[in-house]
């Protein structure tokens, strides 16, 4: 049985899970938004950010406590630093979550993206919440080969990225400015959030292991 | 004479306010080599991006040591959580700057900025300067008038970045797609940068009020 003071990071861990899941759903839910120009869904991921940002809130909350508390030193107090790293870039997934809510809503009732871009998107958001859903496994587990993996859903996250500026830069486009301003962003949320993802994922390995740069690029920047 | 452990204290500060300078002088060069196309200037904000990385983690290795060994707590300890949190903002505020460094290289030797909007960018990247260096002599003194100050500034800059859209968005633009993709990313790299500097000065502000609201939004992310 796990003392009382392994017990609170334990509950630390599962605070982090808990977020992983929402974040992952808000962006599940500002993609279909974004693609179905659905004013209701949109406006109900903006309303539910500010849940996020209160579980933030409290696992940092939590966190303080437990290093006023109980002073942990060595592993221990890496766990509780990585902690509030990790929630931080938890709240920031779910900021840019409503920001694609927030396009979508600014341009209903017409859809922000074009026709031709759909599927990108679409391929996009489903990644996202891919690597969302690994990230809060990659906590309870912190299996290295899944926070690799992870790592690998963010390649293919960057290659779509990339495939909008192509779309952008090539012959054949032809949306207004304004569309090409809105895509340009929208993809770029997309691509931190992914950012954010390996950089938690980066945080466990760091910690399971010891070595900052286990698995790949970014460094973790938050 | 301060004791020991708060002159460690001080010294995370003054770290602070070194990596401000840094972060500063990074958006002012990149700023110039974005108008001018200078390609060695951008080649070196990217190359010098690597000593503010560094900077964090020397930051956050002190920071980090004196948990285990002080095992502060009540405001101590929020100092140097802050202080953590702080770093990751400028980390991140580096990065916007190499960014913007990055894209006068990649159009190198094209101006990435069309004429019509070179003033805009000019003011964006004297805003930003303006408000690195407010952020350092807020660490420094914790005068939050100056914090204050800091977020009207960030407002200027907010309302700059709606200059660019409403530009885009507008009968006249008649630049290439790939302008205005580059531009809609460049103008949100200042954005982002004025919004972790307000983050940084919010969390100054929460230190001496006890009150995270105490200088109008947008709340720390980071």
Do not use: N
């Not at 869904?41 to 903006?46: D, F, G, N």
């Not at 927030?102 to 990644?127: D, I, N, Q, S, W």
């Amino acid at each position: 049985m796990r003392d009382l003071f392994h017990s609170e990071l334990d509950q630390l861990a599962e605070r982090l899970q808990e977020m992983c899941g929402l974040v992952g759903a808000a962006m599940g839910s500002a993609t279909r938004a974004l693609l179905a120009a659905d004013l209701r869904l949109a406006e109900s991921v903006i309303a539910a950010d500010v849940q996020i940002d209160e579980a933030q809130r409290e696992l940092d909350e939590r966190a303080v406590a437990i290093l006023a508390r109980q002073a942990p030193v060595a592993t221990d107090l890496r766990v509780v630093v990585a902690s509030l790293r990790m929630s931080s870039s938890l709240e920031r997934m779910g900021d840019l979550a409503r920001h694609v809510a927030l396009l979508a809503r600014l341009r209903y009732p017409h859809k922000a993206v074009p026709g031709e871009l759909e599927l990108v998107f679409a391929e996009m958001g489903a990644t996202a919440q891919r690597i969302a859903s690994k990230a809060g496994r990659v906590i309870a587990t912190r299996d290295l080969a899944l926070a690799a993996e992870l790592a690998k859903d963010d390649d293919a996250l960057d290659d779509l990225h990339r495939q909008v500026f192509a779309a952008v830069s090539g012959e054949g486009w032809s949306a207004s400015p304004e569309t090409t301003a809105d895509i340009t962003l929208a993809s770029r949320f997309y691509e931190r959030y992914g950012d954010h993802a390996v950089s938690l994922a980066k945080r466990i390995s760091y910690l399971v292991t010891g070595d900052l740069d286990g698995i790949g690029e970014p460094a973790p920047t938050v």
